[in-house]
């Protein structure tokens, strides 16, 4: 195989390219931005590149971004995303990359869950011959996120509203105002979101702030 590896921890980068090359497979750019491994993915046209979520200027989801970008102009690139965060929102669009016809492999793994060298070099494998390796814990971590979005649909545009100045910190009277309902219509709404979120009654969680994590996190 030729790989691109985009890894901005030095010793992983270098560990890997190690690895790799031990199992004669040729690592042919090793970058540590995702602005890099885009070029870098232009200008060898590799079988496979390894892309961690997380790297240069903010270190928050560049890697996955660029991955999302290479899945879109070299289709016949694998792409296998190694991290140690499951990032759902570009997670799913990446993977929805799996049904397109002819387009090639696609992997998620975890770099804590990952046990034993011949298991990634396995994964690497099958994604680059065009399968698929993903970590269950990433595919879990998918479905609970696209079932709180169902939750959040089923809501009518009014409990929308509510659940949004909910977010914003305010009071009951606060939303009536600024929605101009009554109190009592207010209440009626956060009852409904509630329930429509499966936010049973509980001693122990404050399901007003539960909501609002539900909306914030979708």
Same mark, same amino acid.
């Given at each position: 195989?030729?790989?691109?590896?985009?890894?901005?921890?030095?010793?992983?980068?270098?560990?890997?390219?190690?690895?790799?090359?031990?199992?004669?497979?040729?690592?042919?750019?090793?970058?540590?931005?995702?602005?890099?491994?885009?070029?870098?993915?232009?200008?060898?046209?590799?079988?496979?590149?390894?892309?961690?979520?997380?790297?240069?200027?903010?270190?928050?989801?560049?890697?996955?971004?660029?991955?999302?970008?290479?899945?879109?102009?070299?289709?016949?690139?694998?792409?296998?995303?190694?991290?140690?965060?499951?990032?759902?929102? !570009?997670?799913?669009?990446? #993977?929805? /990359?799996?049904? +397109?016809?002819?387009? &090639?492999?696609? @992997?998620? %793994?975890?770099?804590?869950?990952?046990?034993?060298?011949?298991?990634?070099?396995?994964?690497?494998?099958?994604?680059?011959?065009?399968?698929?390796?993903?970590?269950?814990?990433?595919?879990?971590?998918?479905?609970?996120?696209?079932?709180?979005?169902?939750?959040?649909?089923?809501?009518?545009?009014?409990? !929308?509203?509510?659940?949004? #100045?909910? /977010?914003?910190? +305010?009071?009951?009277? &606060?939303?009536? @105002?600024? %929605?101009?309902?009554?109190?009592?219509?207010?209440?009626?709404?956060?009852?409904?979101?509630?329930?429509?979120?499966?936010?049973?009654?509980?001693?122990?969680?404050?399901?007003?702030?539960?909501?609002?994590?539900?909306?914030?996190?979708?």
């Amino acid at each position: 195989m030729r790989i691109v590896i985009a890894e901005d921890s030095a010793v992983i980068r270098a560990g890997l390219i190690e690895i790799l090359a031990d199992r004669g497979h040729e690592t042919v750019a090793a970058v540590d931005d995702a602005e890099d491994l885009r070029a870098a993915v232009d200008d060898y046209e590799p079988d496979v590149a390894v892309v961690d979520v997380r790297m240069p200027p903010s270190y928050s989801d560049e890697g996955i971004r660029a991955a999302i970008a290479i899945r879109r102009d070299h289709p016949n690139i694998g792409v296998l995303v190694f991290s140690q965060y499951v990032e759902t929102r !570009h997670a799913a669009e990446l #993977l929805g /990359a799996l049904s +397109r016809r002819g387009a &090639a492999g696609i @992997g998620y %793994l975890l770099k804590d869950r990952v046990g034993n060298v011949g298991e990634f070099v396995d994964a690497l494998t099958r994604v680059a011959s065009g399968g698929t390796a993903l970590d269950p814990e990433v595919v879990t971590q998918l479905l609970r996120a696209a079932r709180r979005t169902d939750d959040l649909d089923a809501l009518t545009p009014r409990e !929308h509203d509510v659940l949004s #100045l909910m /977010a914003e910190g +305010r009071t009951n009277g &606060a939303i009536a @105002g600024t %929605l101009v309902i009554s109190e009592r219509a207010v209440e009626k709404n956060i009852a409904n979101i509630f329930t429509k979120l499966g936010l049973a009654p509980s001693d122990s969680d404050h399901r007003r702030v539960l909501a609002v994590l539900r909306y914030l996190e979708s």
